[in-house]
């Protein structure tokens, strides 16, 4: 049982920081890409951040200079560094992550639970 636990998110003013983690747990051969994505009420989910197993990154052009995606692989951890957070910013923020449970596996993805951020003006 593959699982995804994110954490970190909460409450900030205009300007603050947050730093939000995903934890993957489980019967696990590899982890792919992770990423961030984010779903504003009465809005699509959308890609905030990309991260390869490599370390090579993709931002999203709202939040590219203020947000920050990196994972440590030994910990299968994936975090998002979020500074001069916005009202815009307010969502709740979703770990994804491309999985191969064993070495056979062609691999799926797999979501977190989500956490709250709200970025007060």
């Known amino acids: 049982q593959v699982q995804l636990v994110e954490s970190g998110g909460g409450l900030v003013q205009a300007g603050g920081s947050l730093r939000l983690s995903c934890v993957v747990s489980g019967s696990i051969f590899s982890i792919n890409a992770m990423a961030w994505y984010r779903q504003a009420p009465g809005k699509q989910r959308e890609l905030a951040a990309h991260i390869f197993s490599g370390g090579m990154t993709e931002l999203a052009d709202s939040v590219k200079g203020r947000f920050t995606i990196s994972r440590d692989n030994a910990k299968n951890t994936v975090y998002l560094q979020m500074n001069s957070l916005k009202p815009e910013d307010t969502a709740v923020y979703y770990c994804?992550?491309?999985?191969?449970?064993?070495?056979?596996?062609?691999?799926?993805?797999?979501w977190g639970q989500g956490t709250q951020v709200t970025v007060s003006s």
């Open positions: 994804n992550a491309f999985i191969r449970k064993f070495s056979t596996d062609p691999g799926s993805t797999y």
